[in-house]
């Protein structure tokens, strides 16, 4: 609120001094804000052309993305939809007051992760996992850390009325973002309707969210010239990676590096948080989680479904020797390659660490983390 405040007193000045805006709808100093409804989104005149963007053909070749795609989900992108999308990406009236946006948790400069092991919700509670980078989400199969969600558009509501995340009730956002001076045109433009409903926020947050592709590392860009861009670590750390040696790219498959299965891979033996257990209630569930892509991995720690490592090399030192014996331990980690076998000891040397983390390393996607396309639309 005290927040809220300082931010009215700022934009009241600059109405003031620069009255350039039309007639600000400014509530009293002492009255409770209800929105933050001063704040315009600042959107290109000629539109960011969303619809356009392929992935190149490295991607559009891999057969095993060909079986994932959601290309076809009943929600093409339009440029108007995924512009409307990020307007509500980024805007914090989405939540019940008026705290907390998506972007809140999912920072573009962090491949749309947030640095933090929990994050924080709009009433101060936690989220009880690490908040998750979305890229390539097109290219995913079922979404959250459990897999609860099986498509993007059942996703996209669910962070809004999650108790600890945005606390809103849809019927409430409707009428709130109706009563906002910016959206009627934006959801006219999206859908034909400048009445907003619960099924067009879901489809323009599924546009835009859809539309954040991350395909321009300097793994991409080496792939048309067989690797002649990287330094020789890299290139050892790709061999390593590829060779199947650590079977880091048994789990973390496709030229998306994960995204596609789960699997419990020994953090624990028995786990705090049993992931996809706790729905199914079957013990061989009991610590499986998504295998989240290694795209931007640089970008989004602290890693794992609890934010339980915060540095590459202690990700290594898990997969070296500490992976624990869990009764169903994924058969690709154990000596034996029996399921809940003997965890396997990969004996890494520091050097094979140093080239994996390297290799690691050129799959940061630089461009997209500075995209004005994905940027924050709003002026603060
Ligand atoms: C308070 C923090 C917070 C907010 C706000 C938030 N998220 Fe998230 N997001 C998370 C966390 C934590 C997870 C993982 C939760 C889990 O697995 O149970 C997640 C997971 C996701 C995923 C799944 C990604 C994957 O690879 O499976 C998507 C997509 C996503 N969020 C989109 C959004 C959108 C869209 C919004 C706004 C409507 C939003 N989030 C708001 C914290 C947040
Ligand atoms: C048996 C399948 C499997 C294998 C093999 C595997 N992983 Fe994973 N990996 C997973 C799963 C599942 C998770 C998520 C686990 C969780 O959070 O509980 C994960 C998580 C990760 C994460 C954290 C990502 C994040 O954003 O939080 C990194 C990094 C990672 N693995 C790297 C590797 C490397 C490097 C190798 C090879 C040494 C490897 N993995 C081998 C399945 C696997």
């Known amino acids: 609120m005290l927040f809220n405040r300082v931010i009215l007193v700022i934009l009241i000045l600059g109405f003031t001094l620069s009255s350039c805006r039309k007639d600000p709808v400014i509530s009293p100093l002492d009255e409770p804000i209800d929105s933050v409804a001063l704040y315009v989104p600042d959107l290109p005149d000629q539109l960011f052309d969303y619809e356009s963007?392929?992935?190149?053909?490295?991607?559009?070749?891999?057969?095993?993305?060909?079986?994932?795609?959601?290309?076809?989900?009943?929600?093409?992108?339009?440029?108007?939809?995924a512009t409307l999308g990020r307007v509500l990406f980024y805007d914090k009236n989405l939540s019940a007051n008026n705290t907390i946006s998506c972007a809140s948790c999912h920072h573009q400069d962090k491949a749309f992760s947030d640095g933090q092991q929990f994050s924080a919700g709009f009433n101060g509670g936690h989220t009880k996992r690490n908040s998750m980078h979305l890229v390539n989400l097109e290219y995913q199969r079922d979404f959250f850390w459990d897999e609860r969600a099986n498509t993007i558009e059942d996703q996209v509501l669910m962070p809004i009325q999650d108790t600890i995340e945005m606390g809103m009730d849809l019927n409430v956002l409707t009428n709130k973002l109706s009563a906002l001076t910016y959206y009627p045109k934006l959801f006219f433009d999206a859908f034909g309707d400048s009445v907003i409903t619960a099924d067009y926020i879901r489809d323009a947050l599924g546009q835009f969210v859809r539309s954040i592709r991350s395909y321009r590392t300097k793994y991409d860009k080496g792939v048309p010239v067989d690797f002649s861009n990287f330094s020789t670590l890299e290139n050892e750390g790709r061999e390593l990676f590829f060779s199947g040696q650590f079977r880091c790219n048994n789990c973390h498959i496709s030229q998306n590096f994960g995204g596609t299965s789960n699997e419990i891979?020994?953090?624990?033996?028995?786990?705090?948080?049993?992931?996809?257990g706790v729905i199914t209630g079957n013990p061989e569930d009991m610590g499986l989680f998504k295998t989240v892509s290694l795209r931007n991995v640089e970008l989004t720690a602290p890693y794992m479904h609890d934010g339980r490592f915060t540095t590459l090399i202690q990700i290594l030192n898990f997969y070296d020797g500490n992976i624990q014996p869990h009764a169903y331990l994924?058969?690709?980690?154990?000596?034996?390659?029996?399921?809940?076998?003997?965890?396997?000891?990969?004996?890494?040397?520091?050097?094979?660490?140093?080239?994996?983390?390297?290799?690691?390393?050129?799959?940061?996607?630089?461009?997209?983390?500075?995209?004005?396309?994905?940027?924050?639309?709003?002026?603060?």
């Not at 559009?60 to 079986?67: A, E, G, I, K, R």
């Not at 000891?345 to 396309?373: C, G, Q, V, Y």
């Open 265 to 276: 891979n020994g953090l624990d033996i028995n786990y705090a948080d049993q992931g996809i």
């Open 330 to 380: 994924d058969d690709r980690l154990t000596s034996d390659m029996n399921t809940g076998g003997p965890p396997i000891d990969f004996n890494m040397s520091d050097h094979e660490k140093e080239a994996l983390i390297a290799f690691l390393r050129t799959l940061t996607d630089w461009e997209l983390i500075i995209d004005p396309w994905y940027s924050n639309p709003f002026p603060w």
């Open 53 to 81: 963007i392929t992935f190149p053909d490295h991607f559009q070749n891999d057969p095993l993305l060909n079986l994932l795609i959601n290309f076809n989900s009943g929600n093409p992108i339009t440029n108007e939809g």
